[in-house]
Nanobody
Framework: QVQLVESGGGLVQAGGSLRLSCASSERTFVSYAVGWFRQAPGKEREFVAGIGWTGHGTYYADSVKGRFTISRDNAKNTVYLHMNSLKPEDTAVYYC?????????????????WGQGTQVTVSS
């Protein structure tokens, strides 16, 4: 069982920035792809960004390209989501998920483990 813990959410004004973290105590976390998903009230969960287990492949939803960056620090067993130029429509609960030896793509069904989520609220 791989446990994932998200942190870094909060309230920010439009145009501001946040950095979300997805941390795991799993010693083989380096072998896992990680995806970030979000779910706003009344909406379906959607893919935001993903990074492959090698760290070389990254994927982004069109809505966040150029504003969000996903990265990983294997020494810290942590994957980050750097969010810039935030918009009110980015408001949602953000979840990270992991897949062993995955590519980090947008299919949520490929991910085995999920965190509890962190709330991001962007005020206008």
């Amino acid at each position: 069982q791989v446990q994932l813990v998200e942190s870094g959410g909060g309230l920010v004004q439009a145009g501001g920035s946040l950095r979300l973290s997805c941390a795991s105590s799993e010693r083989t976390f380096v072998s896992y792809a990680v995806g970030w998903f979000r779910q706003a009230p009344g909406k379906e969960r959607e893919f935001v960004a993903g990074i492959g287990w090698t760290g070389h492949g990254t994927y982004y939803a069109d809505s966040v390209k150029g504003r969000f960056t996903i990265s990983r620090d294997n020494a810290k067993n942590t994957v980050y989501l750097h969010m810039n130029s935030l918009k009110p429509e980015d408001t949602a609960v953000y979840y990270c998920a992991s897949e062993a030896y995955g590519l980090g793509n947008s299919d949520p069904n490929r991910y085995t483990y999920w965190g509890q989520g962190t709330q991001v609220t962007v005020s206008s």
